[in-house]
């Protein structure tokens, strides 16, 4: 008798134990799943790109990135909806608008914003405009500028190997752009203050010689600053 009145008690706690165990992980599972759909519940709109998969080879010299480290206060523009506070890096070597976030589980992750409806963004003080060329192809530019025509910039970054031998180093070189003043209809392409001009009708030309000779401004080498202000000039002359 005193064996069974010893062994009752322990059998209780052993399924009292079981029960508990189950409720736990009932909840757990629960809790999983409301997560699962916060992840759903995310704006497709926005979060509708590819995963982001591009690491550099180790040792690999340089970013393939616009930005040293991705911009915490991007911008973006989908089908006319405007996404603020985003953190944001653009890759010019591989011509794609990364997206970096965390999930609800906290885990960071990394995808490409989806040319599809993608019409802008901003991020590093610069502002890009996607525009289709010629062939439809759609394309990221930098954008100067604010009236009737604008300066824009085609950027472009190689990955390049120091050498030759076995032990070779890779580096990303320089950004290099392709320049263009585009009146909202055509693109016309630059490369030195003569070019420029071209872009434009034969009575501005002269304005805008003496505009370029007194700030002693060569506009292969002109910052974004004095692009605007010339872009911005050129434009009064035209009244737009």
Known sequence: ????????????????????????????????????EQVYSFDPLLYNGKVYYFFPRPGTVGTQYLLDSFDPRG??????????DLILNYD??????????????????????????????????????????????????????????????????????????????HFFARTQKEMYVYDGNKRVKYTNNRSFMRAFSLALHDPISKYLRKHKLKVQKANDIQMNELINYCNSLTGT
Request: glycine share 6%; with cysteine.
């Open 1 to 36: 008798m005193i064996k069974c009145t010893i062994r009752i008690p322990l059998l209780f706690r052993l399924v009292l134990l079981v029960m508990i165990s189950q409720q736990s992980i009932m909840a757990v599972c629960q809790e999983n799943g409301n997560k699962s």
């Open 75 to 84: 911008s973006l523009t989908v089908r006319g909806i405007t996404y603020t």
């Open 92 to 169: 010019i070597y591989n011509q794609k608008l990364v997206l970096k976030y965390k999930n609800p589980i906290g885990s960071l992750n990394f995808i490409e914003i989806s040319f599809a409806w993608l019409e802008k963004f901003e991020l590093g003080g610069k502002k890009f405009d996607i525009l289709a060329t010629v062939d439809t192809t759609k394309q990221i530019y930098q954008v100067i500028g604010t009236g009737q025509s604008k300066i824009l910039y085609f950027l472009s970054k190689k990955l390049r190997i120091e050498n030759l031998t076995e032990s070779s180093d």
